[in-house]
């Protein structure tokens, strides 16, 4: 494995002066944060620490904060799971209901044939007329 670079290491730091950029990238002329921090990583670096110990040590010192990406261990590892996991929901819940929309609708009762309403109507007339005597 080939050792990490000052680069590298620089583009896996975000700035703390507030741009929000990494410190490779913050643009600031005479940065407070930034100029300190190449120069611990360089000092990290002539002390033959590795990329992985160099990132725990400042992660140590600042918090994960510093960190330009988030671990994914932990709590963290929710927040890398959550967006796909919503998307996958919403995914299964789009087909589930377009499948329900495209089904045929339901078939009308059969009709009750017309002998079967007569005796209904001649049943119901003789209820009516004995209600009134």
């Known amino acids: 494995m080939k050792d ?14 507030g ?9 600031h002329v005479q940065c407070p ?8 990583i360089a000092e990290q670096l002539a002390a033959g620490k590795t990329r992985t110990e ?10 994960e904060k510093i960190l330009s990406a988030p671990t994914t261990a932990g709590f963290n590892l929710v927040a890398w799971v959550t967006p796909f996991a919503a998307v ?3 995914g299964a819940v789009i087909v ?3 499948r329900r929309w495209r089904r045929a609708p339901a078939a009308p009762p059969p009709s009750t044939p017309a002998a079967a ?7 119901l007339e003789a209820e009516l007329d004995r209600f009134d005597a």
Do not use: W
């Open 88 to 90: 996958l929901a919403a």
């Open 117 to 123: 309403d007569d005796a209904r109507r001649a049943r």
């Open 33 to 40: 944060s930034s100029i300190p921090l190449k120069k611990e």
């Open 96 to 98: 589930v209901v377009s």
């Open 19 to 27: 741009c929000g950029l990494t410190v490779h990238s913050c643009n």
């Open 4 to 17: 990490a670079t000052q680069t590298e290491i620089e583009e896996a730091l975000t700035c703390q002066c």
């Open 54 to 63: 160099v990132l725990t040590h400042f992660s140590t010192k600042y918090g």
